[in-house]
């Protein structure tokens, strides 16, 4: 009888398997967090933004998506790159600081916790609001260049690359200029007098650009992964 010396198939030692599951927690968040929301307390209209989820039932979601989507980013280390690592490491300590230093609170008074979707209300604290704001801004900054200029990469001239590489390489760099706008217009509307803070907050301009820069940095690494455009 014959033996065989095989290591355990560990399915995320693939990398490819690696970024999907990045992908895919960071496109599921924001519907992941809605659903649940309105599963368990009726809730049908968006909060302001997706870390205010954080104050709602829906908060075990949204630490637990964001802290495995830390870790992984962390460990991230595709064949030894450091600007990849650099960068990966840098959103995925950002995400864990959007954790720790949360935004600013859902409701205006503890009192109003009663018969309300929100369950929790923590002290008002300008520091971590503005701390909690920096903290997105780097994770999605971070995102950003990884998608623009290290997912293009390839050990391949231009002209021997094939069809689905480069148009993998137009979804990345889109996707990218994406998140970097989806930021700019919250800085620059939150910031400015271009539209009154009743229009803004009714709008829910800041929950549905963090959406489009989440759904653009999951779906990038789903390319990444070659979800799609496999070669």
């Not at 929301?37 to 968006?46: A, D």
């Not at 889109?174 to 217009?185: D, N, Q, R, T």
Request: with cysteine.
């Amino acid at each position: 009888m014959s033996t065989q010396n095989s290591s355990p198939n560990i399915w995320l030692s693939s990398t490819k398997n690696f970024r999907r599951v990045v992908g895919l927690n960071g496109m599921l968040l924001p519907l992941l967090l809605w659903l649940f929301l309105y599963l368990t307390s009726g809730h049908v209209e968006v909060l302001k933004s997706i870390s205010h989820y954080y104050y709602t039932r829906s908060n075990s979601i949204f630490i637990g998506v964001m802290a495995t989507l830390s870790m992984f980013l962390i460990v991230y280390n595709y064949k030894d790159k450091k600007a990849d690592f650099i960068a990966s490491c840098i959103a995925g300590v950002a995400a864990i600081c959007v954790i720790l230093f949360p935004t600013d609170n859902l409701l205006a008074n503890p009192c109003l916790l009663e018969d309300s979707f929100a369950i929790s209300y923590t002290p008002p604290n300008t520091v971590s609001e503005k701390f909690h704001l920096l903290a997105a801004a780097v994770f999605f900054m971070a995102l950003a260049y990884m998608s623009f200029f290290l997912f293009v990469k390839s050990n391949k001239p231009k002209g021997e690359r094939s069809k689905n590489k480069i148009i993998r390489n137009t979804i990345y760099r889109v996707c990218a200029v994406l998140m970097v706008l989806s930021i700019a217009v919250i800085g620059l509307l939150s910031y400015t007098d271009i539209i009154s803070e009743a229009r803004y907050d009714a709008l829910k301009i800041t929950f549905w650009m963090e959406v489009l820069a989440i759904e653009s940095f999951g779906f990038s690494w789903l390319i990444k992964g070659e979800f799609f455009f496999e070669d």
